[in-house]
């Protein structure tokens, strides 16, 4: 069983920063995807950046990208969403989200929250403008 834990959040000026990470505790395969999402009130869950531990690769949805960064710690098992130049838009709950099982994801499949099977309970950013 894998948990996940986010940490991070709060309120910022639009315009900064803030770092989220998500602790991540359990077995773990030497490859597997972990996700970060997140959902405004009122609206869909989206996905906003995902990276192949062990793998490479990275992806970024079209609103984010330039703006934020994803990396991982491996030694403290923890993965990160760096977030610059923030806007209001970006006020959401964020989630981490693991998959263990699908060897290969798309760019598209990497972004979208069916495949994930774990989730942190999440931690929100408020952007005030």
């Known amino acids: 069983q894998v948990q996940l834990m986010e940490s991070g959040g709060g309120s910022v000026q639009a315009g900064g920063s803030l770092r989220l990470s998500c602790a991540v505790s359990?077995?773990?395969?030497?490859?597997?995807?972990m996700g970060w999402f997140r959902q405004a009130p009122g609206k869909e869950r989206e996905g906003v950046a995902s990276?192949?531990?062990?793998?490479?690769?990275?992806y970024y949805a079209d609103s984010v990208k330039g703006r934020f960064t994803i990396s991982q710690d491996n030694a403290k098992n923890t993965v990160y969403l760096l977030m610059n130049s923030l806007k209001p838009e970006d006020t959401a709950t964020y989630y981490c989200?693991?998959?263990?099982?699908?060897?290969?994801?798309?760019?598209?499949?990497?972004?979208?929250?069916?495949?994930?099977?774990?989730w942190g309970k999440g931690t929100l950013v408020t952007i005030c403008s």
């Open positions: 989200a693991a998959d263990l099982k699908t060897p290969i994801m798309t760019a598209i499949q990497a972004l979208r929250t069916t495949l994930y099977d774990y």
């Open positions: 359990g077995s773990t395969p030497n490859q597997y995807y």
């Open positions: 990276i192949w531990i062990g793998g490479g690769k990275i």
